[in-house]
């Protein structure tokens, strides 16, 4: 009997080493000013990813980042407050190199280039899919079960502008903006020289205007 104590003992820490194991190369401690937009971050149990981080001061000078994320198991969107330089428990995921297909009802598949392994995934998952073209290259955040966490697209993207609001005579090149609609429907502000069928660079973030394509 006590061989047997002995024994579910020891089996029993083991268990624990190695869940202790798993979470510590799962996950790793990292200051707020360091998190990016596709990080993935443990909130209270929960697996959250960051779509935005802003590095802002309030009114009395204190520096803190403000994220915008999204819950992965929920997809619900929400916002937090992060003081600089607090500790953030940042998730570790294997990111694969991954091509986008096609759409499949509510799904997008993918391919890996090298293997030609096809994924489905939730569209919902794909902070700016509008902007995602066949055979566009994404950074694919795998967790150790399986599940895919994250899409990551690329910072920019060159797109052919479909609409243009009128120009002004009094409008100057340098200064003046107008409203553009892009061929996948999303509007930005673009320079007053910008014409229909045009190809400009645009940040997927927050559909800002960089530059001509």
Do not use: C, W
């Amino acid at each position: 009997m006590a061989s047997l104590l002995r024994f579910r003992g020891a089996f029993s820490m083991m268990r624990f080493q190695q869940t202790i194991s798993r979470f510590l190369v799962r996950s790793v401690r990292t200051s707020a000013n360091d998190i990016r937009a596709g990080h993935i971050i443990d909130r209270k149990g929960r697996l959250m990813v960051v779509v935005k981080a802003q590095h802002q001061k309030s009114g009395r000078g204190q520096a803190f980042v403000q994220i915008e994320y999204r819950d992965i198991a929920s997809g619900a969107k929400g916002n937090d407050r992060l003081r600089s330089g607090e500790d953030v428990e940042r998730v570790r995921v294997e990111s694969r190199r991954m091509t986008y297909l096609y759409p499949e009802g509510a799904k997008l598949v993918f391919m890996d280039p090298e293997s030609f392994e096809q994924m489905e995934v939730d569209e919902e998952l794909v902070e700016g899919r509008a902007y995602l073209a066949e055979g566009e290259e994404v950074s694919m955040g795998v967790a150790d079960d399986g599940q895919v966490v994250s899409v990551t697209l690329p910072e920019v993207a060159t797109v052919t502008v479909a609409e243009t609001a009128a120009s002004f005579r009094n409008e100057t090149l340098t200064r003046s903006m107008k409203e553009a609609i892009l061929e996948n429907g999303r509007k930005t502000q673009v320079p007053t020289f910008v014409e229909p069928g045009d190809r400009i660079v645009v940040r997927i973030s927050d559909d800002t205007y960089i530059s001509r394509g």
